[in-house]
């Protein structure tokens, strides 16, 4: 290898490097404050598969009252944008998580269907400290469970 490419691939590197942390310093990840909405892109299941949502408080003080939890909602919406299987509120204390499973038998139809993940956290919460989620679908194999895919939503959405 040159000098000359060893110098560029040295400074490509660097920049990589300093554009993830700047942009996980902006919040360039999927945790979720009070307000916020996570924004998937359509995710593929095929019979003998499951689509998995998984939301976290990754907060890190507890609230002053145990019974103020972050409440996350999570769903499934099919293509037409009407909901698939059921639709969930936990409400979690820091460190605390939980998930929702749609199995491919209940999106309804035949063969492989397209399904959007929705995850977003209620306004009207407590601060960041107490309520920031992170959240997650995957994609898991019934016979297995191994996870065949797993996806961050895009960006937070306010």
């Not at 990840?29 to 998984?54: E, M, S, W, Y």
């Not at 293509?79 to 509120?89: F, I, N, V």
């Given at each position: 290898?040159?000098?000359k490419a060893?110098?560029?691939?040295?400074?490509?590197?660097?920049?990589?490097?300093?554009?993830?942390?700047?942009?996980?310093?902006?919040?360039?990840?999927?945790?979720?404050?009070?307000?916020?909405?996570?924004?998937?892109?359509?995710?593929?299941?095929?019979?003998?598969?499951?689509?998995?949502?998984?939301?976290?408080?990754?907060?890190?003080?507890?609230?002053?009252?145990?019974?103020?939890?972050?409440?996350?909602?999570?769903?499934?919406?099919?293509?037409?944008?009407?909901?698939?299987?059921?639709?969930?509120?936990?409400?979690?204390?820091?460190?605390?998580?939980?998930?929702?499973?749609?199995?491919?038998?209940?999106?309804?139809?035949r063969?492989?269907?397209?399904?959007?993940?929705?995850?977003?956290v209620?306004?009207g919460?407590?601060?960041?400290?107490?309520?920031?989620?992170?959240?997650?679908?995957?994609?898991?194999?019934?016979?297995?469970?191994?996870?065949?895919?797993?996806?961050?939503?895009?960006?937070?959405?306010?």
């Amino acid at each position: 290898m040159t000098r000359k490419a060893y110098i560029i691939g040295l400074a490509s590197l660097l920049a990589l490097a300093a554009g993830l942390v700047l942009g996980l310093a902006r919040g360039g990840h999927a945790q979720l404050d009070p307000g916020n909405k996570a924004f998937f892109g359509l995710v593929g299941i095929a019979p003998g598969q499951t689509l998995r949502l998984a939301a976290v408080n990754a907060g890190f003080v507890e609230p002053p009252d145990p019974e103020d939890t972050c409440r996350v909602r999570l769903g499934f919406a099919g293509l037409d944008g009407q909901p698939l299987g059921e639709r969930t509120e936990l409400r979690l204390l820091p460190g605390t998580g939980g998930v929702l499973d749609l199995p491919r038998a209940a999106a309804g139809g035949r063969g492989r269907v397209e399904v959007h993940p929705l995850a977003d956290v209620p306004d009207g919460q407590l601060d960041r400290s107490f309520c920031a989620v992170d959240v997650v679908a995957e994609v898991i194999d019934n016979t297995t469970g191994r996870t065949a895919t797993y996806v961050l939503p895009v960006a937070p959405e306010t």
